[in-house]
């Protein structure tokens, strides 16, 4: 490798750190040139504003920090920077994240790009701090993009990728940026913390153009239409998110251009030893840790395993899962949250995962595990576990078994 080459490489990264992943967002946000930070913090996701609000005392970061009187404050307060073109950033966890439902509906349909952080954790009562999705899946439906990270490193990355995302014209949706509460919030991992200088490269100045809410550009934002235009302004963000497929895969490529090839398509998932499986398990966040060491374990023993992390949720990426899941006898899915009364009483996940996969020629068989909630461990010997219900999947007809409550105590 040249000298020059080497310095190149060298400018991209500003050196290295011992981080939680509430302190590599944190850096991220910085990193970001964020404007607005509105801050009610709530655990877990607590010290990604405490690390913030360290980084601008400690003179290394510039931004306005307000500290709002609730939930819903907080999330009107981005709404509201980032419609006068300041890019803003916010977050919660859990009940607190449900508290200013109203905020990020309409921060939704008003078709604007912060970026929130989702400390994932379990909806009180009974009383309960430990992981669940079901806080951050709450927004899936309401125009919002939506994916999770594995570690902190992915953490502070996907602030950078989600402004870009978020931003670009063709899309302007919120961003919520969703990391396993204790088993990564507060997880600690070596993190390469990118130049501010490569930062800016990758990710263009926010500019709502035309949009901008502005003395001098008078417009209006969120009339009262019923009827008249509703139905027209949901099929606008009906197309916004049918765009950011292709806005991810740009981001992307232009991240890998950037940092080098730090992603591979098709970027929305990512897949480990599954050339030659007849069973993989498919999940988000954390669990991708023991899932893939009980891979290589069962590997090792002669089973053909592998295991599909799903980074993206919201855009589902469902061409690309279809034709990756296709290719395997049996797929067990995932679930860190419960949906009652829901089609034969699965999961949220296992639902957008076999809906994706009906149109396939070549249907897998698909069995379902719930577990983890309330932030219970989903150990090595449980993912070994629904390797085992999976293979046996692939050998039957019957529906029986479909649904096992992972970790269960009897």
Request: charged letters at 25%.
């Given at each position: 490798?040249?000298?020059?080459?080497?310095?190149?490489?060298?400018?991209?990264?500003?050196g290295e750190e011992l981080l939680n992943g509430c302190q590599a967002v944190a850096h991220g946000v910085r990193?970001?040139?964020?404007?607005?930070?509105a801050a009610y913090p709530i655990r877990p996701y607590t010290e990604v504003m405490d690390a913030i609000s360290?980084?601008?005392?400690?003179?290394?970061?510039?931004?306005?920090?307000?500290?709002?009187?609730?939930?819903?404050?907080?999330?009107?307060?981005?709404?509201?920077?980032?419609?006068?073109?300041?890019?803003?950033?916010?977050?919660?966890?859990?009940?607190?994240?449900?508290?200013?439902?109203?905020?990020?509906?309409?921060?939704?349909?008003?078709?604007?790009?912060?970026?929130?952080?989702?400390?994932?954790?379990?909806?009180?009562?009974?009383?309960?701090?430990?992981?669940?999705?079901?806080?951050?899946?709450?927004?899936?439906?309401?125009?919002?993009?939506?994916?999770?990270?594995?570690?902190?490193?992915?953490?502070?990355?996907?602030?950078?990728?989600?402004?870009?995302?978020?931003?670009?014209?063709?899309?302007?949706?919120?961003?919520?940026?969703?990391?396993?509460?204790?088993?990564?919030?507060?997880?600690?991992?070596?993190?390469?913390?990118?130049?501010?200088?490569?930062?800016?490269?990758?990710?263009?100045?926010?500019?709502?153009?035309?949009?901008?809410?502005?003395?001098?550009?008078?417009?209006?934002?969120?009339?009262?239409?019923?009827?008249?235009?509703?139905?027209?302004?949901?099929?606008?963000?009906?197309?916004?998110?049918?765009?950011?497929?292709?806005?991810?895969?740009?981001?992307?490529?232009?991240?890998?251009?950037?940092?080098?090839?730090?992603?591979?398509?098709?970027?929305?998932?990512?897949?480990?030893?599954?050339?030659?499986?007849?069973?993989?398990?498919?999940?988000?966040?954390?669990?991708?840790?023991?899932?893939?060491?009980?891979?290589?374990?069962?590997?090792?023993?002669?089973?053909?395993?592998?295991?599909?992390?799903?980074?993206?949720?919201?855009?589902?990426?469902?061409?690309?899962?279809?034709?990756?899941?296709?290719?395997?006898?049996?797929?067990?899915?995932?679930?860190?949250?419960?949906?009652?009364?829901?089609?034969?009483?699965?999961?949220?996940?296992?639902?957008?995962?076999?809906?994706?996969?009906?149109?396939?020629?070549?249907?897998p068989a698909i069995v379902n595990f719930i577990g983890g909630l309330g932030g219970r461990d989903l150990s090595?010997?449980?993912?070994?576990?629904?390797?085992?219900?999976?293979?046996?999947?692939?050998?039957?007809?019957?529906?029986?078994?479909?649904?096992?409550?992972?970790?269960?105590?009897?």
């Amino acid at each position: 490798m040249s000298v020059a080459v080497a310095q190149a490489k060298s400018d991209i990264y500003e050196g290295e750190e011992l981080l939680n992943g509430c302190q590599a967002v944190a850096h991220g946000v910085r990193l970001a040139d964020v404007d607005v930070i509105a801050a009610y913090p709530i655990r877990p996701y607590t010290e990604v504003m405490d690390a913030i609000s360290k980084l601008i005392a400690d003179g290394k970061f510039d931004a306005e920090y307000i500290i709002a009187d609730s939930e819903h404050s907080q999330f009107e307060i981005v709404k509201h920077a980032s419609s006068v073109n300041a890019r803003a950033f916010a977050g919660s966890s859990g009940t607190g994240w449900m508290y200013g439902f109203e905020a990020l509906v309409v921060t939704a349909t008003d078709r604007l790009p912060p970026l929130f952080i989702v400390g994932n954790r379990a909806l009180d009562d009974p009383g309960a701090f430990g992981v669940e999705h079901n806080d951050a899946m709450a927004i899936r439906d309401m125009g919002w993009l939506l994916c999770w990270v594995t570690t902190p490193q992915e953490a502070l990355e996907h602030v950078l990728l989600g402004y870009r995302i978020a931003e670009d014209k063709r899309v302007r949706m919120p961003m919520a940026l969703a990391m396993d509460g204790a088993f990564l919030t507060h997880s600690q991992h070596i993190v390469k913390l990118p130049s501010p200088e490569a930062a800016k490269k990758f990710l263009p100045q926010y500019d709502l153009a035309e949009r901008r809410l502005h003395p001098d550009n008078p417009i209006s934002i969120a009339p009262q239409i019923n009827e008249d235009w509703v139905m027209e302004l949901r099929r606008q963000n009906w197309e916004a998110a049918k765009r950011a497929r292709g806005v991810i895969q740009d981001a992307y490529k232009e991240f890998n251009n950037v940092f080098g090839n730090r992603y591979s398509a098709p970027y929305y998932f990512d897949e480990f030893m599954t050339e030659d499986a007849d069973a993989v398990l498919i999940g988000v966040g954390t669990v991708a840790s023991p899932g893939r060491t009980a891979v290589r374990r069962l590997r090792e023993k002669g089973h053909k395993v592998g295991y599909v992390n799903l980074r993206w949720f919201r855009p589902f990426p469902t061409i690309e899962l279809r034709e990756c899941l296709s290719r395997f006898k049996a797929v067990g899915v995932i679930d860190r949250d419960f949906a009652h009364g829901s089609a034969d009483d699965g999961g949220i996940l296992m639902h957008e995962v076999r809906s994706c996969l009906y149109p396939a020629k070549n249907r897998p068989a698909i069995v379902n595990f719930i577990g983890g909630l309330g932030g219970r461990d989903l150990s090595i010997a449980d993912a070994q576990k629904m390797f085992e219900v999976t293979e046996q999947a692939a050998k039957r007809d019957s529906m029986d078994g479909f649904v096992t409550w992972i970790g269960l105590r009897e």
